[in-house]
């Protein structure tokens, strides 16, 4: 945490830290909502300010974070992660998409 003009300002671990989620995590959501963003749709998370490759999140936009941690349901981002793993989650893609048949 730091302290700028008065207003707190904390890291992305210190946020995982006050949701119960770990760093990456809160990480992954905001790349998530780079993507969105990029594409014209809304963001899941506050974005960030960014010092170097620190993200920095206002005690206002920490609330906010948590909150949505406590809304989202396991696999709401699932085709996200897939997508970042490459040829396996293409593997993942087809089975989930009802096209995968056992190789005898």
Do not use: H
């Not at 906010?64 to 809304?71: A, G, H, N």
């Not at 989202?72 to 997508?83: C, E, K, L």
Request: charged share 30%; with cysteine; glycine share 8%.
């Amino acid at each position: 945490m730091k302290i700028v003009d008065g207003k707190k300002y904390f890291t992305s671990g210190d946020v995982a830290a006050l949701c119960g989620k770990s760093q990456q995590q809160v990480n992954n959501w905001d790349k998530y909502s780079d993507q969105l963003e990029k594409i014209g749709g809304m963001r899941l998370i506050p974005k960030a300010e960014r010092e170097k490759r620190i993200r920095w999140y206002t005690e206002a936009q920490a609330v906010e974070i948590c909150q949505f941690s406590e809304r989202i349901s396991y696999g709401d981002i699932a085709p996200f992660s897939r997508t970042r793993i490459g040829t396996r989650g293409k593997e993942i893609d087809v089975k989930m998409n009802g096209q995968y048949r056992c190789q005898r």
